[in-house]
């Protein structure tokens, strides 16, 4: 399998670096860092967006072997689409969850990971005189994570599904057991487009 | 294999800003015990905006041209907020908080032990939303408030917070006057009532409807051996009627005791005589009930009507008639929480934004009558919306999924409007909306591991929800402490909700708990 074509099968990455000017510090800025800098991460990630190696969107494809894929499409007839990522559980001795055709890409800049010290809470149960929640000593460190602001959607979409195989099968397919392969699909989503996401979503140890 | 598992997986690059790592200290490490994760959703705003989602997989009902398979309905999901409380409708963006420090959603793990309905040897997971004590935040009890308060307090003519005390206070003295006049009735005497109708039932009543049980049963053996002898007898008559006059020929020797028409003849008689017995004693049960009088010539039908108006008014009978257990006490409760709500609200205070969530859904769909496709819309907007007191416990026996999931939602209001970019003004939008107010939905699924919520997967590939286990061994415990479901709209309007004529009045669906419940998915 050639390098060029792991690229071409897997989803395509790329990170945003922003480089600014690097300028020494004073002693006195560096003793006021506490080492809390936190994460910065920008990304943009793409499944399947050729395609797996299982499966191919019509008949005559082969894998890196030489060996013919099995035919699924994920589109329709007469658009042949090439199937996202599948995933399976088996949460009890019956059947499978499965997440299916999990494809498409997206991609958002911005979203940090640090921790932050706050020093008080509003508690909702207790009242001041004049009716307000009270302020109260909190004085714990969270793990806070900024949401990015802006998700940036690119043909990004899956299916929700239960089944009776953990692997696809085609249509007729009999298993081990004797059952016929039957997938009941719940409900796909398909997204395209920006959504925003802002806020900071705080982590913390509670008693 | 590898390469091919190797290709499905993606990669990360992200930028890292190494920190320090600073050891902990003892003291540090012994306040961290690692019992839950807080989460906190701080100035949270969740939009698609201008993002197309497409729900696919969704068939309708009208055959594909001869093909089984439904036709594809298309729904567009065009709108999708979560934000704060204010956004009119998801158009302002206006930051949301979801829990909060002192109050966060948790993710626990727990000891079966912490609950008395599941057992000690099994550990569970709990995602818990924010839990308040005080009656202006706690959702629960402000909902209650709310049922009672019926408009949505701060809009226009819905300023006096005791409106709801006054209607709860209503309520009960209501409960109470019916609970008295039966006491005033019986002389306080509840529990003679109790033993009295005991022992007129056991003494009059039930060896009676023995008798009619008795007579039942005669009926249809003997409709049985007519029918049969009207089969017999050639079937020149309608089943039931005897044969008469000309069907008996000359002198009615035709339907004399030996024959065929005479057999039947007999059997008709016999069948209504056994009618005629039930009929008697049906008669004789229903005088019974109306003529077996107490002391004081009470009938009996009319003590057992009071006796359960009694028994739902204060649950338990008993010798001190404390009423301890009925409507009255439950509503007596009620309205402490209601009066506290009502007293925080008039000093001035204000409970926390809520949040405001909405989703508008455009589906096509393939109208047979009119062979076009045509577009039906959805919009639901909640507003105002808070979920403390929620819950979900997941834990595994025997291999199984098993779940306990209690969902508190209240809105200030949740409308649904169907009518899409047709209604371009105000009023026709409002004509196709109904509107709810103070909406409280708290659903309780699952008891423990007496009743757990199950889901789980068949052999065949359906998906399968069920929610069963209660039988005569615990059926006690489950009634005793099982939570219940409930359902209040404080005011329910179809189209312009300014218009008091369209108001259909308020919904409450009290105390309800499922048995039994299953669910299966089926491929079509």
Same mark, same amino acid.
């Given at each position: 399998?050639?390098?060029?074509?792991?690229? &071409?099968?897997?989803?395509?990455?790329?990170?945003?670096?922003?480089?600014?000017?690097?300028?020494?510090?004073?002693?006195?800025?560096?003793?006021?860092?506490?080492?809390?800098?936190?994460?910065?991460?920008?990304?943009?990630?793409?499944?399947?967006?050729?395609?797996?190696?299982?499966?191919? &969107?019509?008949?005559?494809?082969?894998?890196?072997?030489?060996?013919?894929?099995?035919?699924?499409?994920?589109?329709?007839?007469?658009?042949?689409?090439?199937?996202?990522?599948?995933?399976?559980?088996?949460?009890?001795?019956?059947?499978?969850?499965?997440?299916?055709?999990?494809?498409?890409?997206?991609?958002?800049?911005?979203?940090?990971?640090?921790?932050?010290?706050?020093?008080?809470?509003?508690?909702?149960?207790?009242?001041?005189?004049?009716?307000?929640?009270?302020?109260? &000593?909190?004085?714990?460190?969270?793990?806070?994570?900024?949401?990015?602001?802006?998700?940036?959607?690119?043909?990004?979409?899956?299916?929700?599904?239960?089944?009776?195989?953990?692997?696809?099968?085609?249509?007729?397919?009999?298993?081990?057991?004797?059952?016929?392969?039957?997938?009941?699909?719940?409900?796909?989503?398909?997204?395209?487009?920006?959504?925003?996401?802002?806020?900071?979503?705080?982590?913390?140890?509670?008693? | 294999?590898?390469?091919?598992?190797?290709?499905?997986?993606?990669?990360?690059?992200?930028?890292?800003?190494?920190?320090?790592?600073?050891?902990?200290?003892?003291?540090?490490?012994?306040?961290?015990?690692?019992?839950?994760?807080?989460?906190?959703?701080?100035?949270?705003?969740?939009?698609?905006?201008?993002?197309?989602?497409?729900?696919?997989?969704?068939?309708?009902?009208?055959?594909?041209?001869?093909?089984?398979?439904?036709?594809?309905?298309?729904?567009?999901?065009?709108?999708?907020?979560?934000?704060?409380?204010?956004?009119?409708?998801?158009?302002?963006?206006?930051?949301?908080?979801?829990?909060?420090?002192?109050?966060?959603?948790?993710?626990?793990?727990?000891?079966?032990?912490?609950?008395?309905?599941?057992?000690?040897?099994?550990?569970?997971?709990?995602?818990?939303?924010?839990?308040? =004590?005080?009656?202006?935040?706690?959702?629960?009890?402000?909902?209650?408030?709310?049922?009672?308060?019926?408009?949505?307090?701060?809009?226009?003519?819905?300023?006096?917070?005791?409106?709801?005390?006054?209607?709860?206070?209503?309520?009960?003295?209501?409960?109470?006057?019916?609970?008295?006049?039966?006491?005033?009735?019986?002389?306080?005497?509840?529990?003679?009532?109790?033993?009295?109708?005991?022992?007129?039932?056991?003494?009059?009543?039930?060896?009676?409807?023995?008798?009619?049980?008795?007579?039942?049963?005669?009926?249809?053996?003997?409709?049985?051996?007519?029918?049969?002898?009207?089969?017999?007898?050639?079937?020149?008559?309608?089943?039931?009627?005897?044969?008469?006059?000309?069907?008996?020929?000359?002198?009615?020797?035709?339907?004399?005791?030996? =024959?065929?028409?005479?057999?039947?003849?007999? =059997?008709?008689?016999?069948? *209504?005589?056994?009618?005629?017995?039930?009929?008697?004693?049906?008669?004789?049960?229903?005088?019974?009930?109306?003529?077996?009088?107490?002391?004081?010539?009470?009938?009996?039908?009319?003590?057992?009507?009071?006796?359960?108006?009694?028994?739902?008014?204060?649950?338990?009978?008993?010798?001190?008639?404390?009423?301890?257990?009925?409507?009255?006490?439950?509503?007596?409760?009620?309205?402490?929480?209601?009066?506290?709500?009502?007293?925080?609200?008039?000093?001035?205070?204000?409970?926390?934004?809520?949040?405001?969530?909405?989703?508008?859904?455009?589906?096509?769909?393939?109208?047979?009558?009119?062979?076009?496709?045509?577009?039906?819309?959805?919009?639901?907007?909640?507003?105002?919306?808070?979920?403390?007191?929620?819950?979900?416990?997941?834990?595994?026996?025997?291999?199984?999924?098993?779940?306990?999931?209690?969902?508190?939602?209240?809105?200030?209001? *949740?409308?649904?409007?169907?009518?899409?970019?047709?209604?371009?003004?105000?009023?026709?939008?409002?004509?196709?909306?109904?509107?709810?107010?103070?909406?409280?939905?708290?659903?309780?699924?699952?008891?423990?591991?007496?009743?757990? *919520?199950?889901?789980?997967?068949?052999?065949?590939?359906?998906?399968?929800?069920?929610?069963?286990?209660?039988?005569?061994?615990?059926?006690?415990?489950?009634?005793?402490?099982?939570?219940?479901?409930? *359902?209040?709209?404080?005011?329910?309007?179809?189209?312009?909700?300014?218009?008091?004529?369209?108001?259909?009045?308020?919904?409450?669906?009290?105390?309800?708990?499922?048995?039994?419940?299953?669910?299966?998915?089926?491929?079509?």
């Amino acid at each position: 399998m050639t390098i060029r074509k792991i690229t &071409a099968l897997l989803g395509l990455m790329s990170s945003v670096s922003a480089f600014a000017e690097l300028a020494p510090m004073e002693e006195a800025e560096m003793e006021s860092v506490t080492g809390q800098g936190g994460v910065y991460l920008s990304g943009e990630l793409a499944f399947n967006k050729e395609g797996g190696p299982l499966w191919g &969107a019509t008949s005559g494809q082969f894998d890196e072997f030489g060996t013919e894929k099995q035919v699924r499409n994920c589109g329709t007839v007469s658009e042949p689409g090439e199937c996202g990522i599948r995933i399976a559980a088996q949460l009890d001795q019956g059947g499978w969850y499965v997440l299916d055709d999990l494809s498409g890409g997206f991609s958002f800049e911005g979203l940090t990971l640090r921790t932050s010290f706050r020093e008080t809470a509003l508690d909702y149960d207790v009242r001041d005189a004049s009716g307000n929640p009270v302020v109260e &000593a909190f004085n714990k460190e969270v793990v806070e994570i900024g949401l990015p602001k802006t998700v940036s959607l690119n043909n990004f979409k899956f299916t929700l599904a239960v089944a009776n195989s953990g692997e696809w099968k085609p249509n007729g397919t009999v298993l081990a057991d004797g059952n016929t392969f039957q997938q009941t699909n719940l409900f796909g989503i398909q997204m395209n487009g920006d959504i925003t996401l802002k806020g900071n979503l705080l982590l913390f140890p509670v008693n | 294999m590898n390469k091919k598992i190797l290709c499905t997986f993606l990669v990360i690059a992200p930028i890292f800003a190494n920190a320090d790592l600073v050891a902990l200290d003892d003291a540090v490490l012994s306040n961290a015990t690692g019992e839950g994760l807080g989460i906190v959703l701080e100035d949270f705003v969740f939009n698609v905006d201008d993002a197309v989602t497409t729900v696919t997989g969704i068939k309708s009902s009208s055959p594909d041209g001869g093909v089984t398979d439904g036709r594809d309905v298309t729904v567009d999901w065009t709108e999708f907020y979560v934000m704060g409380e204010g956004s009119q409708n998801g158009t302002v963006e206006t930051p949301g908080q979801i829990g909060s420090l002192a109050h966060p959603w948790v993710l626990e793990t727990l000891p079966g032990s912490a609950f008395a309905s599941i057992g000690d040897d099994i550990a569970l997971l709990q995602l818990r939303s924010g839990e308040y =004590t005080y009656a202006l935040e706690n959702t629960d009890k402000y909902a209650k408030w709310a049922r009672y308060q019926e408009c949505v307090y701060g809009q226009s003519g819905c300023t006096n917070a005791n409106d709801s005390v006054a209607a709860i206070d209503a309520v009960v003295s209501r409960l109470t006057s019916d609970k008295n006049a039966l006491e005033g009735y019986y002389s306080g005497q509840m529990v003679n009532l109790e033993t009295g109708i005991n022992s007129d039932i056991a003494a009059q009543i039930t060896p009676q409807e023995q008798v009619v049980a008795t007579q039942q049963a005669d009926i249809a053996p003997a409709y049985d051996t007519m029918e049969t002898a009207w089969t017999a007898s050639g079937e020149g008559v309608v089943l039931g009627q005897k044969y008469e006059g000309s069907d008996c020929g000359f002198l009615g020797i035709g339907c004399g005791s030996g =024959t065929a028409k005479g057999q039947y003849n007999a =059997t008709v008689d016999d069948y *209504l005589a056994e009618v005629d017995d039930y009929n008697v004693a049906e008669r004789e049960l229903a005088r019974r009930y109306q003529e077996t009088l107490d002391s004081n010539g009470n009938s009996l039908i009319k003590r057992l009507r009071d006796y359960e108006s009694y028994r739902s008014l204060c649950g338990d009978v008993e010798a001190s008639n404390s009423c301890a257990n009925g409507l009255v006490a439950i509503r007596e409760g009620d309205r402490e929480d209601v009066n506290s709500v009502a007293v925080q609200l008039s000093a001035g205070y204000s409970r926390r934004a809520g949040l405001d969530i909405g989703s508008k859904f455009k589906f096509t769909v393939y109208d047979e009558d009119k062979g076009a496709y045509r577009e039906d819309f959805m919009d639901i907007d909640m507003k105002g919306v808070t979920l403390d007191g929620s819950y979900m416990k997941l834990w595994s026996r025997d291999n199984e999924l098993n779940a306990e999931i209690r969902l508190n939602l209240y809105a200030k209001e *949740l409308n649904i409007g169907t009518c899409g970019s047709a209604c371009n003004t105000q009023a026709l939008q409002d004509s196709a909306t109904l509107f709810m107010d103070n909406f409280y939905l708290s659903l309780s699924l699952g008891y423990g591991e007496v009743q757990p *919520l199950k889901f789980s997967v068949t052999a065949d590939g359906n998906f399968q929800l069920e929610l069963s286990g209660v039988d005569g061994t615990n059926y006690e415990d489950f009634y005793d402490n099982a939570q219940k479901s409930y *359902l209040y709209v404080g005011n329910i309007q179809l189209g312009n909700a300014t218009a008091a004529a369209n108001s259909l009045g308020s919904l409450t669906v009290d105390g309800l708990r499922a048995t039994y419940l299953k669910v299966t998915s089926h491929d079509l």
